[in-house]
């Protein structure tokens, strides 16, 4: 246990300080905290979908929840079920076999509901378009409220993007 | 060369490959043959050759001591279909089912002949036919799961979304009570057309889309694909370009296996694996993306060599980060070693005995786990592994706890690798322009992935454009072990054995 404590101890604290003046996507966390709170009235809860992902965006997803980007002191956490989710995280250029499960997930999430498609095939600007497996990108099955490219987007692009998805919800 | 009783012409390329067309007959005798000499049939797939005035014609590479043996066996007769080889090589049952749902060719007298990637929602048949069908009524089918009777016996039905960051799959357990009676996988849900893809794509561009087959071995399948191109035009490509490849691989090897080991820790109720290890991941994908420009190093690879170079100021930093990791991780190794309530979710959980490693053709970290030998860089080593004397990891128990030992033996050789590589960094160029001519070409590419073996197949026409291209993860041949791995165990531990294979969905759907 004493180890596991030292070592605890010497790794300190990873958590980087989240304001960055020229920042628009953490003035503060308080802010931030208080935005959550305001436009749901709690903490926002993710839940993830991989619709025919190369599994690339799913790496930098997990890569959001590691201690860098201390996500779940900003009031996000990703939640097991969709019931419980006020937002749908999305990946891939939709596979035409995952389209109906990503339908029914849809459909189980409560309103009001955000939609937030991550990397470039899901925003329908990557090298993965529509063909005899794939509808093409999020927006082809689903209502997307913010598409977030890059190939795969790195994790500050994807918290950025989700942070867009409720702001514009509450404007 | 006269290998498996029959005889093969040379092809190019950085690794030994070797080509040969036969008939019914001798396809099924050289399957005996590798059989019975313990050779891997490493992949099987179909190509419509009727473009060029030629049949449907179904392949099979095998890994002879020497390198790859590729076959062909050109299918005067459609409907007679070919022989069959899931008696000798049970992988080869999905590889079958696979290519009966893109080609339409299936092997006489199978006895599983449900769709495996086709779900009835693509809206062609056949699709890697020149003149693919129309699928008339697109829409997801049921499918037949093989249901176990008894008293007390229930189904639990899990995916194909999962509750996790996971990619998707659907997982049938029959059980009783807590334990696994039976699992049933049934995969395809990531199928993204890959293959027809990469058959429409120019030569030159291939690499991109290799890359993105599964993203977290990018470097592995743009090495392989690029690999198979420079094979099949006859390219050679740059010491310092292998130099750069390697350590890219190295580097994604070390990825992989920080993630990994955070995850089971994770997932052996120990959070403060998961914590530290994924700090340490963020380190090395920072660097990755500072030195190379991106976080997972997709695109870094490229046909003739990299995108990329180590600069003076770059190869100390690499240096530097190789030495921290290490530090850190021996302390960490230390603590999962002696936490009993982790060595008690790891040890004898997910057991896969030698034994049946080998009955069912088990590759890869998993195999080298279950005392199975077998990794690219030590076996067929090409440059410049051939000066570096990889020294394979090796454990016998087959559970989780063994998969978790390699992962760390790895990643301490893969640090070694780095240093080594970056020590004796050649000079000169780091890609060379391939020129690809029209006239027809074929090419292999292999590359040991974090995972396993990735194996790239490539056949060129004499338009100089890409008549097939065939790629291959080593998860085909894991998948089903891990419905053998997690018989008899309970429940709660299949996320467990599940991330300690950690197998690739998109790699293996395409």
Redesign the interface.
Known sequence: MW??LH??AR?GI?SEPPPEPDDALRTSAEALRGELLATLGRALAIR????????????????L????YNLEGLGIR?V???RHADLLLVT??V????????RR?WEAVPDPKLVVAIGDCGSGCG??GE????CGPVASVLPVDVAVPG??P?PLEILRGILTAVRQRKG | MRRLGVDFLALGGALPAWHAAVGAAHWHDAARHAHASGVRLVSLWGTDRRAAGGTLVVSAAYALPEGIAWLDLPLRDESAGYPDLAGLYPAAIRLQRATADLLGIAPAGATDTRPWLDHGAWTERHPLRIDPAPNPEPASRDYPFVRVEGDGVHEIAVGPVHAGTIEPGHFRFSVVGEKVLRLEERLGYAHKGMEQRLARCAPLEGHRLAGRISGDSTVAYAWAYAMALEAATGCAVPPRAAHLRALLLERERVANHLGDLGALGNDGAFAFGLAQFSRLREDWLRLSRAAFGHRLLMDTVVPGGVAVDVDDATAPRLLAQCDAIEIEVRRLRAIYDEHAGLQDRFAGTGRVSAELAAQLGLVGLAARASGRPGDLRCDQPWAPYDRLAVRQAAHSAGDVAARVAVRFDELMESLRLIRALLGDLPEGGSRVTVVVRPSPGFGTGRAEGWRGEVFVALELGADGRIVRCHVHDPSWHDWPVVEHAVIGNIVPDFPLINKSFNLSYSGHDL
């Open positions: 180890k596991i070592q605890v790794a990873a993830h979908v991989d619709a025919g992902s190369c599994n690339a965006c799913e790496l930098e997803i997990h890569a929840e590691n201690p860098y990703f097991a079920s969709p891939g250029p596979s035409r076999n995952m389209a109906l499960a990503l997930t090298l993965l063909n005899y497996a794939t190939c795969p790195p």
